[in-house]
């Protein structure tokens, strides 16, 4: 398992992109990213919305980037469910809530979600199937977002892993 450290936590946010052909309802995008480092832990397109995905990617965040020490989500009811509540409890993780209309809480999230619509979204996708979408978007976190020096923190990530090496 590859840990960022122990003293991260995990942004998540749903975020609606697109339809995928001849589905007639969007995809949900559950997406996990270091609070320290905007390190992507994980992403995952889902056509429905509920516990269950949200429970899927949680899990592959997990053994991706390994526990972090708190877990921040919005205050929808699916991030309030039990099995949220369990899973976190289990693992030693500190669940928290955003507040009610606290953007600047979910700021560095809604700036990645930015980034996707400004630098993803705008591409030629094969929308025929949610597998091809998470497909290319991996592609993308992994050859362009993971690998691009961040502008305010001065350093970039690398395979996901962080590295505090300044660019000159």
């Known amino acids: 398992m590859d840990s ?8 998540h946010h749903r975020f609606i992109p697109t339809s995928i052909h001849q589905h007639k309802d969007h995809s949900n995008e559950e997406t996990f990213i270091d609070d320290a480092s905007r390190v992507l832990c994980h992403d995952e397109f889902f056509l429905d919305e509920n516990a269950d995905s949200m429970i899927r990617a949680l899990r592959s965040a997990f053994y991706k980037r390994g526990l972090p020490e708190q877990l ?16 976190c409890a289990r693992v030693g993780c500190i669940l928290l809530h955003t507040a009610v ?28 199937s949610i597998h091809a979408l998470n497909r290319q978007f ?7 977002y993971n690998a691009t020096v961040h502008s305010v923190l001065g350093m970039r990530t690398k395979r996901g892993q962080v590295s505090f090496e300044k660019e000159t």
């Open 4 to 11: 960022l450290g122990n003293s991260f936590r995990f942004l």
């Open 72 to 87: 921040l989500v919005d205050n929808g009811s699916i991030y309030c469910c039990q099995e949220i509540t369990l899973i």
């Open 101 to 128: 209309r606290d953007a600047a809480a979910k700021g560095k999230i809604e700036r990645f979600f930015r980034r996707v619509r400004d630098q993803f979204l705008i591409r030629n996708l094969d929308l025929t």
């Open 138 to 144: 991996t592609d993308w976190v992994e050859q362009d």
